[in-house]
């Protein structure tokens, strides 16, 4: 009767092993991961711009009555300005075991502009000085000319974050004649999703998350 009843629990047990169903992901090649093989999917992950998109309190961009951040253009030329972000897990610069503490950030904007050939692209002032007058004098070079017709982003496309802070940079570059316009800035960090299968010293990457954040710069 004993063996009856063993034979008839253990019947059970598996019955109730193969009904309940664990948790899944997918990672990029279509292959089912259960979650005690995950080490790091982004959890808690977020990136946001700085209050007034400056780290410098000298140099951050007002906002408007609407609540919108903007940007006075030059007369000349482009408008140069840092854009500052922050990647944190939980108030802490991310980790990655494919680059530690740094970062890879990449930025797009919406507005682009078009550098002609023929173009001057910088006018170059030598500063020297002349040993008969006892003062500095300046120089006005030839100016560097564009040889080729080039389409030109607003933003740098790349940066990496501080690895003591998470802090991110890029520069924008609007021209005078964006005027009017509203510039759209968008911040992407992608997140490697890792894997280690048990009793293995090495992680693979099974996929990746990209985290991101967007703002507004009415350029006035």
């Not at 700085?50 to 940007?71: A, I, M, V, W």
């Not at 005027?179 to 990746?208: P, Q, W």
């Given at each position: 009767?004993?063996?009856?009843?063993k034979?008839?629990?253990?019947?059970?047990?598996?019955?109730?092993l193969?009904?309940?169903?664990?948790?899944?992901?997918?990672?990029?090649?279509?292959?089912?991961v259960?979650?005690?093989?995950?080490?790091?999917?982004?959890?808690?992950?977020?990136?946001?711009?700085?209050?007034?998109?400056?780290?410098?309190?000298?140099?951050?961009?007002?906002?408007?009555?609407?609540?919108?951040?903007?940007?006075?253009?030059?007369?000349?030329?482009?408008?140069?300005?840092?854009?500052?972000?922050?990647?944190?897990?939980?108030?802490?610069?991310?980790?990655?075991?494919?680059?530690?503490?740094?970062?890879?950030?990449?930025?797009?904007?919406?507005?682009?502009?078009?550098?002609?050939?023929?173009?001057?692209?910088?006018?170059?002032?030598?500063?020297?000085?002349?040993?008969?007058?006892?003062?500095?004098?300046?120089?006005?070079?030839?100016?560097?000319i564009?040889?080729?017709?080039?389409?030109?982003?607003?933003?740098?496309?790349?940066?990496?974050?501080?690895?003591?802070t998470?802090?991110?940079?890029?520069?924008?570059?609007?021209?005078?004649?964006?005027?009017?316009?509203?510039?759209k800035?968008?911040?992407?960090?992608?997140h490697?999703?890792?894997?280690?299968?048990?009793?293995?010293m090495?992680?693979?990457?099974?996929?990746?998350?990209?985290?991101?954040?967007?703002?507004?710069?009415?350029?006035?």
């Amino acid at each position: 009767m004993n063996e009856i009843f063993k034979i008839l629990s253990f019947l059970l047990l598996l019955m109730v092993l193969s009904c309940s169903k664990p948790d899944t992901i997918i990672d990029n090649n279509d292959d089912i991961v259960t979650p005690d093989t995950i080490i790091d999917y982004g959890d808690d992950i977020v990136i946001e711009f700085l209050e007034g998109l400056n780290d410098n309190p000298s140099y951050t961009l007002p906002k408007d009555s609407n609540g919108f951040y903007y940007l006075v253009l030059n007369d000349y030329l482009q408008t140069i300005q840092r854009i500052t972000v922050k990647l944190t897990r939980k108030g802490e610069p991310v980790y990655s075991i494919n680059s530690g503490y740094s970062q890879k950030l990449e930025w797009s904007s919406n507005l682009f502009w078009w550098l002609l050939e023929g173009d001057t692209v910088a006018n170059i002032t030598e500063l020297y000085f002349n040993p008969y007058t006892g003062e500095y004098q300046y120089i006005n070079l030839p100016p560097l000319i564009n040889w080729q017709d080039v389409l030109v982003p607003t933003i740098n496309p790349s940066c990496y974050t501080e690895e003591d802070t998470g802090i991110g940079n890029s520069v924008i570059g609007p021209i005078p004649e964006m005027r009017d316009d509203t510039l759209k800035i968008v911040v992407k960090y992608n997140h490697k999703i890792t894997k280690k299968e048990e009793g293995s010293m090495f992680f693979e990457v099974i996929g990746e998350r990209v985290i991101q954040d967007s703002v507004l710069i009415i350029l006035r």
